[in-house]
């Protein structure tokens, strides 16, 4: 949830953290993409797949992107696992 939250960071036009706001939304990305999934969230593939599409800095964009390639391409776990 605070990685998820991590993504909002710094975006809205009154914050002025030109260096730290990126970094922490692409390592809010990052941290997201490496987790082992135990189930499918339509919330985090959602939100960073309009990370992707909306973001200004484009580390940011990739590590958005990356994120949900791990996350789409990690097995689901089952009840029986």
Do not use: C
């Amino acid at each position: 949830a605070t990685a998820l939250d991590a993504l909002d960071y710094a975006t809205q036009p009154w914050y002025h953290l030109p260096e730290s706001g990126p970094a922490v939304r692409k390592q809010a990305a990052t941290i997201l993409g490496q987790l082992e999934p135990l189930y499918r969230d339509d919330n985090v593939f959602a939100k960073l797949a309009q990370v992707m599409q909306n973001d200004k800095d484009p580390a940011v964009r990739d590590a958005a992107y990356g994120a949900l390639l791990r996350l789409a391409a990690a097995p689901e776990a089952t009840a029986d696992a």
